[in-house]
Nanobody, 121 residues
Framework: QVRLVESGGGLVQPGGSLRLSCAASGSIRSIDFMAWYRQAPGKQRELVAGITNGGNTNYANSVKGRFTISRDNAKTTVYLQTNSLKPEDTAVYFC???????????????WGQGTQVTVSS
């Protein structure tokens, strides 16, 4: 069983920063893609940033230049450094992973439980 555990969310003032972390654990053959999504109440969940197994990254236009996605060397933990936070960044941030299990080559999608980021004065 694969588990994704996020941490690092909280309340921050506009212009502040938070570092989100997502640790993958369990029996995993490989992790092919890791990403951060976010969802505000009443809004559609959106991709914030993603990183491929090869290290290629992509970002939502709304966070380019402010957020940075990265991984540890083992590729089991993904981070999201959020700088210059704005009130519109307020959302639940979810870790997302595409992984293969030891049982076979099929790939599966996994979601973390989410961590709340609130940007407010």
């Amino acid at each position: 069983q694969v588990r994704l555990v996020e941490s690092g969310g909280g309340l921050v003032q506009p212009g502040g920063s938070l570092r989100l972390s997502c640790a993958a654990s369990g029996s995993i053959r490989s992790i092919d893609f890791m990403a951060w999504y976010r969802q505000a109440p009443g809004k559609q969940r959106e991709l914030v940033a993603g990183i491929t197994n090869g290290g290629n990254t992509n970002y939502a236009n709304s966070v380019k230049g402010r957020f940075t996605i990265s991984r540890d060397n083992a590729k089991t933990t993904v981070y999201l450094q959020t700088n210059s936070l704005k009130p519109e960044d307020t959302a639940v941030y979810f870790c997302y992973v595409i992984a293969a299990l030891p049982s076979g080559p099929q790939r599966y999608h996994y979601w973390g439980q989410g961590t709340q980021v609130t940007v407010s004065s």
